[in-house]
């Protein structure tokens, strides 16, 4: 049993901040790499940031100097710091994982996780 848990998002006026959350929980015996996708209707959903176990990071163009993702290794928790927000960044935003745990025979794997969808809306 592993699940994402996302919280932070919410309505700001642009230029606003906002930071997410992700907590991976359960049978965890380690988080690998940690992303953010963020999806608006109709539209694919597409890489935010990402970041390795080791710290590395990642950014897409339209977020880079404005958005920071971090990881705290002792709590399984990815956040996604969101300075200067502009209504573009107006999304429901999603956590990705790469957990490894214990399958039903308690052998350890790399499985891909998903969190629930956070709301992110920027009013301008």
């Known amino acids: 049993q592993v699940q994402l848990v996302e919280s932070g998002g919410g309505l700001v006026q642009a230029g606003g901040s906002l930071r997410l959350s992700c907590a991976v929980s359960?049978?965890?015996?380690?988080?690998?790499?940690m992303s953010w996708y963020r999806q608006t209707p109709g539209n694919q959903r597409d890489l935010v940031a990402t970041?390795?176990?080791?710290?590395?990071?990642n950014y897409a163009d339209s977020v880079k100097g404005r958005f920071t993702i971090s990881r705290d290794n002792a709590k399984n928790t990815v956040y996604l710091q969101m300075n200067s927000l502009k209504p573009e960044d107006t999304a429901a935003y999603y956590c990705?994982?790469?957990?490894?745990?214990?399958?039903?025979?308690?052998?350890?794997?790399?499985?891909?996780?998903w969190g629930q969808g956070t709301q992110v809306t920027v009013s301008s």
């Open positions: 970041i390795t176990s080791g710290g590395s990071t």
């Open positions: 990705y994982a790469d957990v490894r745990t214990n399958d039903e025979y308690g052998i350890a794997w790399d499985y891909k996780y």
């Open positions: 359960g049978n965890v015996l380690a988080v690998n790499a």
